[in-house]
């Protein structure tokens, strides 16, 4: 069983993988946290919560009981107000204006599975084995709000998944001002706190600092989970590395405005919570209704940083992505974006298509620019009618045409934008998020589609489908380029103007549901200029994201190593382009363009038709390597040697699951006068077995190979390269 319930104490404990997570129903059915750490045989319970008797300054619920204080009290979903001065978790407003509610363990159920979250993105098992669910209903009798905590625990993997259901049962409105998905209480300081963070273009670097009195948080404001910071934390023993270590991550299933945060108090206790940003948000709960809080996928890791990164990335490479393409290899695949931006017509793509052919590519993607009167980024988006002047022949003729050459057609659209000057906005000026009378402010010349509307999101199930269905289009990039400004929706009453933001989110996710069901042999790419929403949500729907508009093969080690901190290979895609670098007019070699990009979902975004002769037979040569090792990167576990962010070189390796095959990269970003002599030392690999190495004569054990390393070459010049590909010895089969 993974979760118990024990009578006597009044305990539950979650067993995942190699984890425990223990709670009690604490006095006055208040509910504490005990424990969260490597698993433990038989917790006593009785020893693991400690209260002492604290000042006067620190109230107590009960004024016979001077131990009992909420202030000092580890909780699983604290409120404030009650004696409580930390960061709440969830905050309600009556409509006598009061804000002050208390919650009581009512009663639980422990089932078997995983149920679904009503129209949000999560986790999900695919047998009732492989996962129990424990839900525990909190209630505060006199107003009549139940509160069902849900805690999922994972058979095989060390992950507990928590959300939040809040019903109002009682007779009058009810206001949520805050609903987090999960609080979690520590009781020490001594971690370092993990995120992801950066801008447009120099997404996903990663911080760490130590924490401090006071409270440390991430969030977005923007109507997307943003470039700025992903909806990712962890707290980390002071002496965690990649591997040794305790580490504590929370990855938050949403895509929209979030906040995550850890509060150190006076008593050095840290409290975690994770969920949708409170700042702007409200949500009028009537009488028989309820709201579902997003999930958040907590992992916890006694071998450090890099045990957690491959717990992640085998929970959403296999239950969190969907559909046919989440086991099946990726497409290598051409974008015309950078070779020819909105100036094409059918004969370019065919030209490119050709070359793409006969190198190897499997899949041509027509990017922006097919639709309305789109010579530029100034119009038409939201009318999704193909330019006949570029493509006289229409969709399908050119989908046709690509087919014939020998590769997949894709194409790209931007669904959930609307250009002021489009015919869309001409007949529904109303349709775009807006505050009446005030300015709409434009980002790259557009404006948002209100899809807290019903009507708004039919219009984009229809044209996006109408599209879909009349060509043979294999492969979908959907762009969103820019953040929601001036939150409102004049079809929404005032009273819930501030629900509009998690409203957006319910709309996208139904219009993406609703469009890739609809079309399950398709695989779509989710992208937001970039890596603007690459976050758990979106990969629920699509497997796979651009990982970002930096493609500059340096830029790109930062990125992708970031990145792979929470999210698998398969997610990120990954493109070599030309040079000079069209962000950063960086020169890098092909070759090193290329042994990044195929750390992820590998192809092109360049004008193929200027390659030379050898850069054409180099490419090929990439390819064939690639559709190789694609399987191996895709699907195998990834260990991270050396960091971008700690000094000049990069490396990172993957391996098969039976650990018969390896694949190790090595870069090393600019020259090194006299360098000295240098070993790396590979992991994960099985230290029983022999291994031979590319362009290697002698036979290799593993733990050789971990524990002693092998040679780096000596590289000359700036932006080199070297892959390994390793291989079992066939007689330790």
Same mark, same amino acid.
């Given at each position: ?8 104490t ?52 009960? =004024?016979?009981d ?13 409120? *404030? ?12 407003? @009556? ?7 208390d919650?009581?363990?009512? =009663? ?20 009732h084995?492989? $996962?129990?669910? @424990? ?36 007779s009058?409105?009810?206001? @949520? ?11 020490? #300081? ?7 963070? +950066? ?23 923007r !109507?997307?989970s ?8 962890? %707290?980390?023993?002071?002496? $965690? ?34 969920g ?27 071998e ?26 990726? /497409? ?8 020819? *931006? ?13 070359? +793409? ?11 922006? !620019? ?20 570029? %493509? /006289? ?8 045409s ?12 931007? /669904? ?30 557009? @404006? ?10 039919? &219009? ?14 294999? &492969? ?15 079809s ?33 790419? #989710? ?9 758990? !949500? ?35 895609g990954?493109?070599? =382009? ?65 960091? /971008? ?8 390796? *993957? ?20 360098a ?24 290799f !054990? +593993?733990?050789d190979?971990?524990? =002693? ?25």
């Amino acid at each position: 069983m993974s979760i118990t319930f024990d009578k006597f104490t009044d305990s539950f404990h979650l067993q995942a993988g190699n984890t425990s997570y223990i709670m009690q129903v604490f006095k006055k059915g208040y509910l504490a946290h005990l424990y969260w750490g490597k698993k433990i045989r038989k917790p006593v319970i009785d020893e693991m919560l400690l209260l002492m008797l604290r000042d006067s300054f620190s109230a107590n619920t009960d =004024s016979s009981d001077e131990m009992l204080s909420l202030d000092t009290l580890p909780q699983e979903y604290p409120a *404030y107000g009650n004696t409580d001065f930390r960061t709440p978790a969830y905050s309600i407003q @009556l409509e006598n204006g009061s804000t002050i509610t208390d919650l009581r363990y009512e =009663s639980h159920t422990i089932s078997d599975g995983k149920p679904t979250l009503l129209g949000l993105p999560a986790t999900y098992v695919e047998s009732h084995d492989e $996962a129990q669910t @424990l839900e525990i209903v909190m209630r505060d009798s006199l107003i009549g709000l139940k509160v069902i905590l849900s805690y999922t625990a994972f058979e095989n993997l060390d992950v507990i998944t928590r959300s939040v259901r809040l019903v109002n049962e009682g007779s009058t409105n009810l206001k @949520l001002l805050r609903a987090l998905s999960m609080s979690l209480d520590f009781n020490k #300081s001594n971690y370092d706190f993990m995120n992801l963070s +950066g801008a447009w273009a120099r997404e996903r670097h990663i911080e760490r600092n130590a924490l401090s009195s006071g409270n440390k948080s991430i969030e977005s404001r923007r !109507g997307a989970s943003s470039h700025q910071h992903n909806p990712f934390i962890a %707290l980390l023993s002071g002496d $965690a590395n990649e591997d040794h270590g305790d580490v504590y991550g929370f990855s938050l299933v949403y895509s929209g405005n979030f906040l995550a945060q850890a509060e150190i108090d006076q008593y050095q206790t840290t409290r975690v919570s994770m969920g949708i940003n409170p700042f702007d948000f409200s949500w009028l709960l009537k009488p028989n209704e309820e709201f579902q809080t997003p999930e958040v996928v907590m992992v916890y890791s006694s071998e450090g940083i890099g045990e957690m990164s491959r717990t992640y990335h085998k929970l959403y490479r296999t239950r969190l992505c969907r559909g046919e393409f989440r086991d099946s290899v990726r /497409p290598i695949l051409v974008n015309n974006w950078e070779a020819t *931006y909105f100036n094409f017509n059918a004969e370019k793509i065919e030209a490119i298509a050709k070359v +793409g052919k006969d190198l190897g590519i499997e899949l041509f993607v027509l990017d922006d !620019g097919w639709f309305g009167k789109r010579d530029n980024d100034k119009s038409s988006l939201g009318d999704w009618t193909v330019d006949l002047k570029k %493509l /006289p022949k229409g969709i399908n003729n050119l989908a046709n045409s690509i087919n014939t050459i020998g590769l997949e057609f894709g194409l790209w659209f931007e /669904p959930e934008m609307i250009s002021p000057d489009s015919d869309l906005y001409k007949a529904n000026p109303d349709w775009c998020i807006h505050v009446p009378n005030r300015t709409r402010s434009q980002a790259r010349n557009q @404006l948002v589609l209100d899809l807290s509307r019903e009507d708004v999101c039919n &219009y984009i199930i229809n044209a996006v489908g109408s599209i879909l269905s009349s060509a043979n289009i294999s &492969y979908v990039k959907w762009d969103m380029n820019r953040n929601i400004t001036e939150i409102g929706s004049p079809s929404l009453p005032a009273k819930r103007q501030r629900e509009t933001a998690h409203r957006y989110m319910l709309g996208l996710y139904k219009v993406m549901n609703s469009i890739t069901k609809s079309f399950p042999k398709i695989l779509f790419e #989710s992208c937001s200029g970039g890596g603007g929403r690459f976050d758990p !949500g979106l990969l629920f729907y699509m497997p796979q994201v651009w990982t970002s508009d930096n493609t500059d093969a340096v830029e790109r080690l930062k990125i992708q190593y970031g990145t792979s901190i929470v999210y698998p290979a398969s997610t990120m895609g990954a493109h070599v =382009s030309a040079v000079p670098n069209h962000q950063l007019n960086r020169n890098t070699s092909l070759k090193m363009r290329g042994d990044v990009a195929m750390c992820g979902n590998f192809g092109y975004e360049l004008d193929l038709t200027k390659f030379s002769d050898d850069e054409k037979e180099e490419v090929k040569s990439q390819i064939l390597k690639y559709k190789d090792l694609r399987k191996l990167i895709q699907f195998g576990n990834m260990y991270r040697l050396l960091s /971008p962010f700690e000094g000049n070189e990069s490396s990172w390796m *993957y391996i098969s699951e039976d650990k018969t095959e390896a694949l190790v990269t090595y870069f090393r970003v600019l020259a090194v006068p006299n360098a000295p002599i240098r070993k790396l030392k590979l992991k994960g690999l099985d230290s029983n077995m022999d291994y031979s190495i590319t362009d290697k004569k002698n036979i290799f !054990g +593993g733990d050789d190979l971990m524990y =002693s390393g092998i040679d780096i070459p000596n590289l000359f010049g700036d932006y080199q390269s070297m892959v390994w590909i390793i291989k079992c010895n066939p007689l330790d089969k």
